[in-house]
């Protein structure tokens, strides 16, 4: 059975940093597509950060570049978003993806930044 379990989310102040985890199991993460979505209240579910199929090149949304890191433990089947100077408007419920929008989902880890 597929499963993406994020954790690591919380409450921190602006300019602060998280680490999310996200552990994959019943699949080889490496193998897929893997990505970080975010949706903010009132907003669309949007892309933040994947992985191509294959893990070899890193893509980002605009308005993380520079702060956002994802990375993987292929060893752990485990992939990270590791998150620098966070702004409030980076509040939102963050998703772990694998294959795609009409892939697996995890079921989010809430991140509340404060100004």
């Known amino acids: 059975q597929v499963q993406l379990v994020e954790s690591g989310g919380g409450l921190v102040q602006h300019g602060g940093s998280l680490r999310l985890s996200c552990a994959a199991s019943?699949?080889?993460?490496?193998?897929?597509?893997m990505s970080w979505y975010r949706q903010a209240p009132g907003r669309e579910r949007e892309l933040v950060a994947r992985?191509?199929?294959?893990?070899?090149?890193?893509d980002y949304a605009d308005s993380v570049k520079g702060r956002f890191i994802i990375s993987r433990d292929n060893a752990k089947n485990t992939v990270y978003l590791q998150m620098n100077s966070l702004k409030p408007e980076d509040t939102a419920v963050y998703y772990c993806?694998?294959?795609?929008?009409?892939?697996?989902w995890g079921q989010g880890t809430q991140v509340t930044v404060s100004s």
């Open positions: 992985f191509s199929s294959g893990g070899g090149s890193t």
């Open positions: 019943g699949f080889t993460a490496g193998w897929y597509l």
């Open positions: 993806n694998a294959g795609g929008t009409s892939g697996y």
